[in-house]
């Protein structure tokens, strides 16, 4: 079929503009595969999170901040261009023009142009340094602006103009706040909030200036500028923000006369058309009923509706989508001070009542508004704590009848209050308003096989907006879960009804030796890869037998049996302990010899040691006897057990090391070698401050200080990078390797399979202060048996390879075949930069017939 | 051109070379010269007790199927590919979690001696 025929028979969308409710639309439109969409976008960047701006100034990159990758985007099959803005709209011919002169043909087109930040005409406010609160862009002139300004003034006082003057105060001005308003954030609270909240921001140092109308803005004394108010007073400031509320950007379909509302705005009905209907316009810059809705949950409602609407989707009873308003509560935290807002918040429907609570005292401030029957929540204003949000918002939406004294709902009598479960939420009660993600919604994600919440929320987008249902998402699910009675199975597989730690307490309770045994009075059928390496490894931390011992070798993994990690060819790569990194050069030229000698991929690791790689089962006892002849033993790279202590030079070379960490690298190194464990281990020892060993980031991290070691455990790279916590500080050299001892045997006795210690330290109840409580003041009474158990490992040591290479039965194994003494022609090399590879399937060499299907292929081409 | 007219039972090796509950490899060679691996499973503890099937893992593309680890999933006896887990049933050869699937031969053990047919 013609893919490019295919391509000219869609149906063409042009949607312009990439903020973030332009890009929901795209995402939703994007299911149906009937529609070529492009996108034009006037900014340089695509869509990205302006809820979550501000958090720019706290580290966030523009990258995390993105919504979509241009790759994305060509997954979706969705052509876009950036800096692309367009600047003509032809409604017979169809097509829009941007301002390079292209042109691009529509069947439909989206307008999803959002919103500019209103510049009250205020003389002097088009200098330097005054500036607005909306893009990327306008977040780096801003920090720019910052590195030379002292004082900052934020002109308005609603929800953006709060969350600006957080930005200007985290960049490390003086900040005002000037509101022309009696009280801040006016549309979304009452007075009385205000009130509260202006006391709690300014304890914060955030200057309130309510009240205050700016006539012009002149040269300053002490600052940049001064800002001249009516009442005649003045404040001095170096930057200025305007932030006065938002203006639709509707200068496109004004130019090119589609309907527009008499303050603005595209006008639309409920499925988003505007007066030309193969015209939608979705977002801030669309006005539906005379409104327009400043948030993105309404701007997304209107995303999907567009998009069903084009796509002809319609309801059961072939209704069309509609757009019919959306509840504009809000729910945030300002500068620190939480702040909520539902429904009627000002009591604006006739007959309504309020009932109020306020603790000046604490800072806390709530009020709900309440039909004349005292039946229904009408409204809600919660500054200080807004843990009753929730519950509030679920009356509101879902019409609840309220409790007979509905003042219950606000108080803080936390044992009277009545509560509203999520049970007696209906089905179409909203959960998440940004992606209108119903109860019903999440049921039914469970319905269809997700198993926790995790997957509930990738599955229906809950809790992926705002982030405000978060909460609210999990006890939802969590209430589903339990009531279809899942408890999260902790079965390692289906031979064993039990989890790692319930096997290891069975193991060392009932003196078990071997699988046959533990299998036999505690599993069924004959084991898998799961439970046998499992039972492989809790063996060999409880009883330290040799792992290749006959009853122990069928259950070990490939790596383990062959001392070895398998490659992606079938061969082994070989990983002598180089304990702490330092090596003789003797040592180092017995490595380099013995590559060459067998031809082997060498490689210096991350863990400070050297990997050959390519080695062939059948070589890996005569290498393994040349190493060990140089005094070499085994790395344990094969093992879940400990790797590598990565160590600097300390205080023996280094100018700054304030201990000798190279030999407490090498002393734990030795200490710990082939302990088994539920996965790796990996230690850093730094020898100062510096850290220069990246200690932090190891499972045990030792750091010295003036007075000893500081202790940090649980920390990881890899795919989840986590920092060790600091468990102890200053401990002499017994200490530490006392706890160490105990920590990492209650890991190997309570872990679960495959885990390393940074989840195992997160998923312990009581997590660090827990574990201090076990390991230092021994609250459970166990760390006489801890350490005792840990002396029986540490005396028990042996080196694999060497007891290996002593028994010719073990060594059968070793042997590629049974019944031949050929190798596997199957492996083969090629050289790359100087060195073996394996070879890729073109590169290889017909050799051997392998597999049955080819078989046939094979013989007749021969 | 396959050899399948002149197929008998032929001896591998002894049966003491076998290892309980885990796997080895055989090389077979038919009359033309092809080779042909296989890998031979002692599970003394389930039905047929032993099993033979083609070394070579087709979704990892590697020879290394008898150094897998062997067991039964819902009373199936597999081997576990040690390059990339998945089970191949050692009755049927098929794969469990994708369309694949591996050569089966037939194998038994006559007065200590293990046997294929090919």
């Given at each position: 079929m013609n893919t490019n025929k295919q391509l000219l028979s869609k149906a063409k969308i042009v949607v312009v503009g990439n903020g973030m409710v332009g890009h929901h639309f795209v995402e939703e439109?994007?299911?149906n595969s009937d529609y070529q969409i492009t996108v034009l976008s006037a900014e340089s960047r695509l869509a990205y999170d302006r809820v979550h701006l501000s958090e720019y100034f706290g580290g966030k990159t523009a990258e995390d901040l993105a919504m979509t990758t241009p790759e994305h985007y060509d997954e979706l099959g969705v052509t876009f261009k950036t800096n692309a803005k367009v600047i003509k709209i032809d409604k017979v011919a169809k097509c829009v023009t941007t301002e390079s002169g292209a042109t691009y043909h529509y069947d439909k087109l989206i307008l999803a142009t959002g919103s500019y930040p209103f510049v009250p005409p205020i003389p002097g406010k088009d200098q330097d340094h005054c500036l607005v609160y909306r893009t990327i862009d306008d977040l780096e002139d801003i920090a720019n602006s910052a590195k030379v300004s002292k004082v900052g003034v934020v002109i308005g006082g609603g929800l953006l103009g709060l969350e600006a003057a957080n930005a200007i105060k985290q960049l490390g001005l003086q900040t005002h706040v000037v509101e022309f308003a009696p009280q801040l954030m006016g549309v979304q609270i009452d007075g009385g909030g205000g009130r509260l909240l202006k006391s709690k921001i300014e304890e914060l140092g955030v200057q309130v200036h309510t009240s205050k109308a700016t006539n012009v803005i002149e040269k300053g004394d002490s600052c940049r500028y001064k800002l001249c108010f009516n009442d005649g007073s003045e404040l001095e400031t170096d930057l200025i923000l305007f932030s006065a509320g938002i203006r639709p950007y509707?200068?496109?379909?004004?130019?090119?006369?589609?309907?527009?509302?008499?303050?603005?705005?595209?006008?639309?009905n409920n499925q988003c058309q505007t007066s030309d209907v193969d015209i939608y316009a979705i977002g801030e810059c669309a006005l539906w009923n005379n409104f327009i809705f400043g948030l993105v949950a309404p701007g997304y409602a209107m995303a999907k509706v567009a998009a069903k609407h084009i796509g002809g989707v319609t309801g059961t009873n072939g209704e069309l989508a509609e757009f019919t308003g959306a509840d504009m509560s809000t729910k945030l935290k300002l500068m620190g001070v939480e702040v909520g807002s539902i429904g009627d918040a000002h009591g604006k429907t006739e007959g309504s009542l309020t009932y109020t609570y306020e603790n000046q005292p604490e800072g806390v401030y709530k009020k709900?508004?309440?039909?004349?029957?005292?039946?229904?929540?009408?409204?809600?204003?919660?500054?200080?704590?807004?843990?009753d949000y929730d519950t509030l918002l679920q009356y509101m939406l879902n019409a609840i009848e309220l409790p007979e004294a509905p003042e219950g709902l606000i108080l803080p009598m936390a044992a009277d209050k009545p509560t509203l479960g999520v049970d007696a939420l209906p089905d179409t009660a909203t959960i998440c308003s940004c992606h209108n993600v119903t109860k019903g919604d999440i049921i039914a994600a469970i319905d269809c096989g997700a198993v926790d919440v995790g997957q509930v929320k990738s599955d229906t987008k809950a809790g992926s907006g705002c982030g405000g249902c978060a909460a609210l998402v999990k006890s939802v699910a969590d209430n589903e879960?339990?009531?279809?009675?899942l408890v999260v199975k902790k079965d390692i597989c289906e031979h064993f009804a039990y989890s790692r730690k319930e096997l290891f307490d069975i193991v060392s309770v009932e003196k078990i030796k071997t699988f046959d045994e533990l299998l036999s009075s505690h599993g069924r059928g004959l084991g898998c890869e799961i439970c046998k390496p499992v039972a492989a490894s809790v063996l060999a931390s409880v009883w330290n037998d040799y792992i290749l011992k006959k009853p122990h070798l069928s259950l070990q993994d490939t790596n383990d049996t062959y001392l070895g990690n398998m490659q992606k060819d079938g061969t082994y790569s070989?990983?002598?302990?180089?304990?702490?990194?330092?090596?003789?050069?003797?040592?180092?030229?017995?490595?380099?010899?013995?590559?060459?000698?067998?031809n082997l991929y060498t490689k210096i690791t991350g863990g400070a040691r050297v990997d050959l790689f390519g080695a062939r089962v059948e070589q890996l006892p005569p290498i393994w006897q040349e190493l060990i002849d140089a005094g070499f033993e085994t790395g344990h790279a094969y093992g879940k057990s400990l790797r590598t202590v990565?160590?600097?030079?300390?205080?023996?070379?280094?100018?700054?090391?304030?201990?000798?960490?190279?030999?407490?690298?090498?002393?734990?190194?030795?200490?710990?070698?082939g302990l088994r464990a539920p996965h790796k281990i990996k230690f850093g020892v730094s020898g100062c401050t510096r850290e220069c060993a990246e200690a932090q980031g190891k499972d045990i991290g030792i750091i010295a200080t003036e007075n000893g070691w500081n202790l940090f455990v649980g920390g990881n790279g890899g795919m989840k990078p986590r920092h060790g916590d600091l468990f102890a500080t200053d401990l002499d050299d017994e200490t530490l390797v006392k706890y160490i001892d105990r920590i990492l045997m209650f890991y190997v006795q309570t872990g679960d399979r495959l885990q390393r210690t940074s989840v195992w330290l997160e998923n312990l109840a009581g997590g660090l202060a827990y574990l201090q409580d076990v390991i230092m003041k021994d609250s459970l009474g166990i760390t006489d048996a801890l350490e005792e158990q840990m002396a029986t490992i540490v005396g028990s040591y042996q080196c694999e390879w060497q007891t290996t290479l002593a028994d010719p039965e073990a060594l059968k194994r070793f042997q590629p075949?049974?019944?031949?003494?050929?190798?596997?022609?199957?492996?083969?090399?090629?050289?790359?930069?100087?060195q073996i590879r394996p070879a890729r399937d073109e590169e290889k060499i017909a050799v051997t017939i392998i597999d049955a299907t080819e078989k046939e292929a094979v013989a007749e081409d021969a | 051109m396959t050899t399948t007219t002149n197929k008998t039972w032929r001896t591998i090796c002894d049966s003491s070379d076998l290892v309980k509950d885990s796997g080895i490899c055989a090389l077979l060679a038919d009359e033309a010269g092809n080779e042909e691996q296989i890998a031979i499973f002692h599970l003394p503890n389930s039905e047929e007790k032993i099993y033979a099937v083609g070394n070579y893992d087709p979704i990892g593309k590697a020879n290394v199927l008898y150094r897998g680890i062997v067991g039964c999933i819902a009373d199936e006896p597999v081997v576990a590919s040690p390059l990339y887990k998945q089970h191949f049933s050692l009755k049927t050869g098929r794969c469990l979690q994708e369309e694949q699937s591996i050569a089966v031969y037939d194998i038994r053990i006559e007065n200590e001696q293990v046997q294929v047919f090919y």
């Open positions: 439109m994007a299911k509707d200068n496109l379909a004004r130019e090119f006369d589609l309907a527009i509302g008499e303050r603005g705005g595209i006008v639309v709900i508004v309440v039909s004349s029957d005292k039946k229904t929540l009408l409204g809600a204003v919660l500054i200080g704590d807004t843990s879960f339990e009531k279809r009675g070989v990983v002598p302990r180089i304990a702490g990194g330092e090596i003789t050069p003797d040592k180092l030229i017995v490595l380099g010899q013995v590559a060459k000698k067998y990565k160590s600097c030079v300390g205080s023996t070379w280094c100018r700054y090391g304030v201990q000798d960490s190279m030999s407490m690298a090498i002393d734990l190194e030795h200490r710990y070698k075949f049974v019944n031949s003494d050929k190798g596997d022609s199957n492996i083969q090399f090629v050289t790359e930069r100087e | -």
